[in-house]
């Protein structure tokens, strides 16, 4: 199952977004096993994304072949577990994150490629700069010299207003075109999940992070845990 819903989702994102930019699919793997990411793997993903850190340790030798990229909560004294081990981090959210990063990455002679993440929908909720901040943030995280911003990332809100949320799309690929003019590191926006992925793709996303879609519903071992 889980290669066959690879190859449909690479079908279906092999022609790139709405503004002719290649899709770079993110298998997000919170909960799945060694074994079902390898299966993903070898049916064609070439980049995995941990939500726990813990997660991301105990795999980190067990899964073979793609790039690892960090794409939940990072709290700053996890940091010391990423450093040298992934490509991107997505969830910059904070400038304590950033402050923290920055002095990490220097002692390792490490640079940290991250995007900056954007509560687009301004939820409680959720981490993250507002729009607002974004330009401020981004100009911040520009300053140190351990840290390369790569681009956005944003996660909707869970609402069935389409309208609203296909604004909320079409502004942060207007904030990512903004700062893309002026840097050319900018390449990635990271939006779309398993239940809104093709609205995002359809409004200028080139990253998408999918679980459900690729794997099925999640099993968890233990007590639910919010996704």
């Known amino acids: 199952m889980i290669a066959e819903n690879v190859q449909k989702i690479l079908g279906e994102i092999a022609g790139g977004n709405s503004c002719g930019e290649k899709i770079t699919l993110v298998a997000a793997t919170k909960t799945r096993t060694p074994e079902e990411i390898n299966e ?7 980049d995995i994304g941990e939500n726990k850190v813990q997660e991301f340790r105990d795999k980190y030798d067990l899964v073979h072949g793609a790039n690892r990229h960090f794409i939940g909560h990072l709290q700053t004294n996890k940091i010391k577990y990423l450093i040298g081990k992934t490509c991107l981090i997505h969830s910059l959210d904070r400038m304590e994150l950033a402050e923290e990063l920055q002095k990490r990455a220097e002692r390792a002679s490490w640079t940290a490629n991250c995007l900056l993440e954007i509560n687009i929908g301004s939820e409680l909720s959720k981490s993250g700069f507002s729009l607002e901040e974004g330009m401020h943030a981004y100009e911040q995280m520009r300053a140190f010299p ?35 003019v002026q840097d050319r590191n900018i390449e990635h926006l990271s939006m779309g999940m398993s239940g809104d992925w093709r609205l995002c793709v359809e409004c200028g996303s080139n990253m998408i992070r999918l679980g459900t879609s690729l794997f099925g519903p999640r099993a968890y071992p233990q007590s639910p845990v919010n996704d």
Not at 40 to 46: D, N, P, Q
Request: glycine letters at 4%; charged letters at 15%.
């Open 146 to 180: 351990n840290i390369c911003v790569r681009g956005l990332m944003a996660m909707l809100p869970n609402s069935q207003d389409f309208q609203q949320l296909r604004a909320l799309c079409l502004s942060m690929r207007q904030f990512y075109d903004t700062i893309r």
């Open 40 to 46: 993903a793997i070898s049916a064609g993903i070439t």
